[in-house]
């Protein structure tokens, strides 16, 4: 189903003075426009995720606060061998995570982690410590590269403002138990940034894929459906081109290494998996569960020219996420 979107060109308040949606603030832009100024607490979700893809590894590290709770996460994949590496920490509260208004920065400690993003809008620095891995990364985006910023709005009082940002190219330092691994050429990241008010449950499909000369993907569904915005957009040579559609989903809850489609009359691609990465926690007050496997896409998607591009060779992954929380 095909929705009609408003795309914004100048700075808005995501919520008005009574912490309500701004209705102004619906609609996406091609630059982070939004100043995510949530009032209230219980409900309010922020958070900073960076996907990094390498020829050898994966990496991925979280950054977020559920208002009454830090959650710091960071998981490591060798390629070659599937060993995973999986680090958390819980802080009550959310005492000490900084997740500013605007997003793409952020910083928090844990009793065993601790992270810091920040720098230019030409350079993002990653910095992290866990046991036994360390990372000291800068993310690059050449100039007039663009990302896909929008807000999902359910209600006046449950909303969404994500920054999907792929195909940037990331160097820099990553240990594990004191053995460099390299990251340079070949080497991607993907930004999900997030600040928000969500419903008690919630589940999402998100997939995004990435490839030199700034190529890229970002697509997402269920948690989008009917609200007439959607997260999805094909980057050609650096450029976002939106997909006001939205897109059908279709993988085996059996058998997450099958192919998963994702498809519509604007876009029609599969990712191919390698490897499944499942993680569940159930604490009765909060839950989650995920299934995020990484692959390779084949397909082709639309662009705003009309002009179908192929999507052949990105590299990046598929997921389903069901929160309680």
């Keep these: 189903m095909p929705t009609t979107e408003r795309e914004l060109t100048a700075p808005v308040d995501l919520c008005g003075a009574d912490g309500r949606l701004n209705p102004a603030a619906v609609g996406w832009s091609r630059t982070p426009l939004h100043r995510a100024n949530l009032r209230g607490w219980g409900r309010a979700k922020r958070w900073e995720y960076w996907g990094i893809v390498t020829p050898t590894h994966v990496l991925g590290v979280t950054v977020s606060s559920l208002d009454y709770a830090a959650l710091y996460s960071l998981y490591v994949l060798d390629r070659a061998t599937g060993r995973e590496i999986e680090r958390a920490d819980t802080v009550p509260l959310a005492t000490g995570v900084v997740l500013p208004e605007r997003t793409g920065t952020a910083s928090g400690r844990g009793r065993t982690l601790a992270f810091e993003f920040g720098g230019t809008p030409a350079a993002t620095t990653l910095k992290g410590r866990a046991p036994d891995i360390d990372f000291d990364l800068t993310v690059q985006r050449d100039p007039g590269h663009e990302a896909l910023a ?176």
């Design 150 to 325: 929008v807000v999902v709005p359910w209600s006046p009082k449950r909303f969404q403002y994500t920054v999907k940002d792929v195909a940037l190219p990331v160097i820099g330092q990553l240990l594990i138990a004191g053995v460099e691994v390299p990251v340079g050429e070949g080497s991607f990241a993907v930004l999900d940034s997030g600040r928000g008010k969500w419903p008690r449950s919630i589940t999402w499909n998100w997939a995004a894929g990435s490839a030199p000369g700034g190529r890229g993907l970002t697509v997402g569904g269920t948690w989008t459906d009917g609200t007439g915005s959607t997260e999805n957009g094909v980057l050609v040579d650096g450029r976002l081109h939106k997909i006001g559609e939205e897109l059908r989903w279709d993988y085996d809850r059996t058998d997450w290494m099958r192919p998963w489609r994702i498809h519509g009359a604007t876009v029609d691609v599969t990712l191919h998996p390698f490897h499944e990465r499942s993680a569940a926690t159930d604490m009765k007050i909060i839950a989650s569960e995920t299934h995020q496997c990484f692959g390779e896409f084949t397909g082709w998607a639309t662009t705003e020219d009309g002009e179908r591009v192929g999507v052949d060779g990105l590299v990046g992954w598929a997921e389903e996420a069901r929160q309680l929380w």
